[in-house]
């Protein structure tokens, strides 16, 4: 289970570890979004303290409908006690999870100022 909680600006949050390119992990807050089909977004600048390898290019649809084009870079992210190879794209906002990332999991949450958001896998 992924538990996190409902923020100041009633956002749910949730922690991400990511491994860096000596292997250890590094927490990162980040907010779900469910209007992100990827996987991960982070900053530049965290992108390079973390050195993750970069893959290319890539066209994303942004929120107000312009397309735009940006980095992508290969990350392992241990979720749910479990790590995953995903791709990481560069953005410079707030962390985001994406759909791609929950795929496979319930998200409930209590939308209140604190309240908790909790990821668990759905039963089969």
């Known amino acids: 289970m992924i538990s996190g909680r409902v923020n100041n600006r009633y956002e749910a949050i ?5 491994q860096n390119q000596a292997g250890e992990l590094v927490s990162v807050d980040a907010v779900v979004d469910t209007g992100f089909d ?10 390079a303290s973390l050195g993750l390898h970069w893959r290319g290019k ?50 409930r949450l209590e939308v209140k100022l604190g309240g908790s958001v909790t990821l668990e896998t759905m039963s089969a």
Do not use: H
Request: charged letters at 15%; proline letters at 5%; aromatic letters at 4%.
């Open 38 to 47: 990827g996987s991960l977004t982070l900053p530049a600048n965290v992108i």
């Open 14 to 18: 949730v922690q991400i570890l990511i």
């Open 58 to 107: 890539a066209g994303v649809v942004l929120a107000n409908g312009l397309v735009d084009e940006c980095d992508v870079y290969a990350g392992v992210v241990k979720w749910d006690g479990i790590p995953r190879q995903v791709l990481v794209e560069a953005a410079e906002t707030d962390p985001l999870v994406g759909m791609a990332m929950m795929k496979g999991f319930e998200m």
